[in-house]
């Protein structure tokens, strides 16, 4: 009967011939393993990556098709809501027959096999299946910030960034001596100056170093991510096996939803190109390891870029206190962004709609009428600072004065953003404006990067005299419930993957999303909207659930055409991920 509902939506149809497809290329077991997983429904979506390798580019061109993404998850989601109300789950003794024991069983071994494979690495023999790494040229083709490109790039820079280099290198020099004497600099003017110009990408690891405090932060918690001999993987590692990375490998449900995040996060980019590479095996550990020493958020999606991120510039040890610093420092609070329920996510876009309203009156119009809610186009914006939605280049120099100044630099930049291309935005459609806020822009921002910059510190300045560069103080429900740190053993749900009850914090959570997004929707069409929307862009959930897969965010993927995760229905809870699907630079949020 499901099948048959699939079939009538029509991709269903195309992702039932890709598998025969990928079975033709010889991906039998490619196959099973997405039929045996409970995690299939995020797997599945990976495929157009093997439809590419085998040369079936036109079968991932039909899937790409931005307006058919939402039905195909209500529809996931009714089946396994459905389901569920039948007392079926996948991977549950019902589905299966086994029992407690074997559930435990099964989940200990899959998680041993997934860090068996990290600890090995790429090493002589070690289990790397042919498909797990991209086909990527390298020579002439990567970038100065180590993304690799489908195309040749040019041989000789162009004049702007020979200039731009220039510059850079007569600013090392100023850095090199600023970083040295850090005490008495650190809360200079000439440093605020200097960081709105741009950290040199040399030294860039250095100053976030500095900027985050993470000498202070690691001798304040000395102990915590070190060498422990007891370690049952310490034979695999020829670098000291530390604590929380020997808590997550034992315990952490969320193993196998930071493995199959890893594998697509970044994967143009030369540090993480390669599987089980020695980044990847840090993005393990040091998202693994924070599941476990946060365990208010374990682990969300979204998470990954972020510590990716950090890992283009810091070693293992110091991204993993920087991503607490993120998540726990008064500066950034980024903690209330990833626990169920997003409740930090819902202030912000109220507040940018404050914003909007006061300073864009004419631009916020032509959004509403045109059904482009707030919560449509800023996930990624304040979830990670901008990674994947304006050039990357640029992207590192918000992130500089994100570091400097804190939290407002996100409501700044979205104003900022919206600013500077309002007259653009005024002139298009619903589908052309998600186009361009998130396609387009991050391949060309259509300002210097300099320009850009100056904007945002006017930006910040213009919403600092109105009182609304901040967005206020995180209430409470916001704030870390647990001490960091602190291990709790899982309980016997989490580790076998079972799906938590539907909270009321995600049950109220949804309904404020979509009130938002059926009032936006009605406004734009005239009428109520419905589950099909031809326009809908977004799931209509923003829930977290429990099991090995954490809690999904759902930005829309305009680019790859994913319509989001972790959709919840009134029923309960059910994460849908389509994660697969790589945005620009290859990441997944």
Not at 7 to 19: A, K, M, R, V, Y
Not at 530 to 536: A, F, L, P, Q, Y
Request: with cysteine; net charge neutral.
């Amino acid at each position: 009967m499901w099948e048959n509902r699939w079939i009538n939506s029509g991709i269903w149809n195309d992702i039932f011939t890709s598998h025969v497809k990928l079975r033709e290329c010889g991906l039998d077991s490619y196959i099973v393993f997405l039929i045996q997983n409970s995690g299939i429904w995020n797997d599945i979506f990976t495929s157009h990556v093997k439809l590419r390798e085998c040369g079936l580019d036109r079968w991932e061109n039909r899937w790409i098709n931005p307006g058919t993404w939402n039905g195909i998850l209500v529809d996931i989601a009714n089946f396994l809501n459905e389901i569920s109300r039948d007392g079926v789950y996948f991977g549950s003794s019902q589905a299966s027959g086994m029992n407690e024991e074997d559930l435990l069983r099964r989940a200990t071994e899959e998680r041993d096999n997934i860090v068996s494979r990290y600890a090995r690495g790429r090493e002589e023999g070690a289990p790397i299946d042919p498909w797990e790494d991209p086909g990527f040229e390298i020579y002439h083709a990567t970038d100065r910030y180590g993304f690799i490109h489908d195309n040749r790039l040019p041989q000789k820079a162009d004049p702007h960034e020979l200039r731009l280099r220039q510059v850079e290198m007569e600013r090392e020099k100023k850095w090199l001596k600023m970083l040295k004497a850090w005490g008495q600099m650190s809360t200079t003017e000439k440093l605020r100056r200097r960081i709105y110009k741009g950290i040199p990408n040399s030294l860039r690891g250095q100053a976030w170093s500095q900027l985050l405090n993470i000498k202070t932060v690691k001798e304040a918690q000395e102990g915590k991510y070190e060498y422990h001999l007891s370690n049952p993987y310490v034979s695999y590692f020829p670098f000291p096996v530390q604590e929380m990375r020997q808590l997550a490998w034992r315990w952490s449900p969320e193993i196998r939803q930071i493995d199959l995040d890893v594998n697509r996060t970044y994967r143009d980019h030369i540090m993480f190109r390669e599987r089980y590479g020695l980044k990847q095996q840090a993005l393990f550990n040091v998202l693994g390891a924070y599941s476990v020493y946060n365990l208010d958020i374990g682990y969300c999606q979204g998470m990954s870029q972020i510590a990716a991120l950090l890992l283009m510039y810091l070693n293992e040890e110091d991204a993993f206190w920087a991503l607490s610093v993120l998540v726990a420092d008064k500066r950034y609070t980024m903690h209330g962004f990833f626990i169920p329920g997003f409740p930090k996510l819902l202030r912000y876009q109220e507040h940018h709609d404050k914003i909007m309203n006061r300073f864009l009156p004419k631009l916020k119009k032509h959004l509403d009428k045109h059904g482009v809610d707030t919560g449509i186009y800023t996930l990624k914006w304040f979830f990670q600072c901008f990674l994947d939605r304006i050039p990357f280049r640029l992207t590192l120099r918000v992130w500089d004065v994100f570091l400097m100044e804190g939290e407002r630099v996100l409501t700044g930049m979205a104003y900022n953003l919206l600013k500077l291309h309002r007259r653009t935005l005024s002139r298009l459609g619903m589908d052309d404006i998600l186009q361009f806020l998130q396609v387009r822009l991050e391949r060309d921002f259509g300002f210097d990067d300099d320009a850009s910059m100056a904007s945002l510190e006017r930006s910040l300045e213009e919403l600092k005299k109105s009182k609304l560069d901040y967005a206020g103080t995180p209430p409470p429900n916001e704030m870390p419930k647990r001490p960091f740190g602190t291990f709790t053993e899982p309980t016997f749900e989490r580790k076998t993957g079972r799906r938590s009850e539907f909270s009321t914090v995600e049950r109220v959570t949804r309904e404020n999303v979509v009130l938002r997004r059926e009032t936006a929707v009605s406004n734009a069409t005239g009428g109520p909207s419905n589950g099909h929307h031809r326009d809908s862009r977004i799931s209509t959930g923003e829930g977290g659930g429990g099991g090995l897969g954490g809690h999904f965010l759902m930005p829309y993927m305009a680019e790859n055409g994913c319509a989001g995760a972790g959709l919840q229905v009134a029923g309960g809870p059910v994460n849908v991920v389509c994660q697969g699907l790589t945005s620009a630079k290859g990441g997944s949020v």
